[in-house]
Nanobody, 117 residues
C-alpha cells in the first residue's frame, strides 16, 4: 500500500522559510519521480518542483526557481521542499506526488502553509 505523508507546514511571515517533508512507503522510492504541487483555495493544483532519476535531476516551476529547493534522501524514502522568500498569499496546501515508474501516480494528504504577518 502506497503512502505519502507530508509534514512541515505552518504559519510563516512574508519573506520567511519553511522545510516541508514527505515520507513515502509501499514502493521502491528510487524508481519514482517525486514532486511537489500546491493549491490555493479555489485554484487549480499547480506543479512546483520534481526530483527524478533517483535525485540526479530536478525541475522547477518558473515561479519558484531560485527560491525553492527540492531534495531527497533515498535511504529515508523522503523528499523535501525548502521554501523561502514566501509571498503573503494566504493559505496554500502543498502536496507530495509520487509517479512510480510503470505504475500510476499517488498523492499525499497535503500540508498547509499560511503566509501572513
Amino acid at each position: 500500500q502506497v503512502q505519502l505523508v507530508e509534514s512541515g507546514g505552518g504559519l510563516v511571515q512574508p519573506g520567511g522559510s519553511l522545510n516541508l517533508s514527505c515520507v513515502a512507503s509501499g514502493f521502491d522510492f528510487t524508481k519514482a519521480a517525486m514532486s511537489w504541487y500546491r493549491q490555493a483555495p479555489g485554484e487549480e493544483r499547480d506543479f512546483v518542483a520534481s526530483s527524478f532519476h533517483a535525485g540526479a535531476s530536478t525541475n522547477y516551476a518558473r515561479s519558484v526557481k531560485g527560491r525553492f529547493t527540492i531534495s531527497r534522501d533515498n535511504a529515508k524514502n523522503t523528499v523535501y521542499l525548502q521554501v523561502s522568500s514566501l509571498s503573503p498569499d494566504g493559505t496554500t496546501v502543498y502536496y507530495c506526488n509520487a509517479q512510480v515508474y510503470g505504475d500510476r501516480d499517488y498523492w499525499g494528504q497535503g500540508t498547509q502553509v499560511t503566509v501572513s504577518s
